[in-house]
């Protein structure tokens, strides 16, 4: 599975970081080192980065993305 996410699709349409994952927990921690750089959520909790992880597109394997 690949997944595709952009701060854009979770409704920070100022934000022009995107990114692909290989998997949910890929992603969920591409998410916290960029929510701790960019957006200065130093300890993102659970809760945000469960409901970053479903904003990202099912994008089925890299190699298709």
């Given amino acids: 599975m ?3 996410y952009s701060c ?10 995107s990114t692909t994952a290989t998997d949910k ?4 921690r591409q998410l916290a080192d960029h929510l701790s750089r960019v957006h ?5 909790t659970q809760t945000i ?3 970053l992880v479903k904003c990202a597109e ?3 394997s890299l190699a298709n993305a």
């Fill in 40 to 44: 200065a959520v130093t300890t993102p």
């Fill in 2 to 4: 690949a997944l595709k």
């Fill in 49 to 51: 980065l469960r409901y």
């Fill in 58 to 60: 099912d994008r089925g």
């Fill in 25 to 28: 927990a890929d992603l969920a």
């Fill in 8 to 17: 854009a699709s979770a409704g920070a349409d100022s934000c022009g970081f």
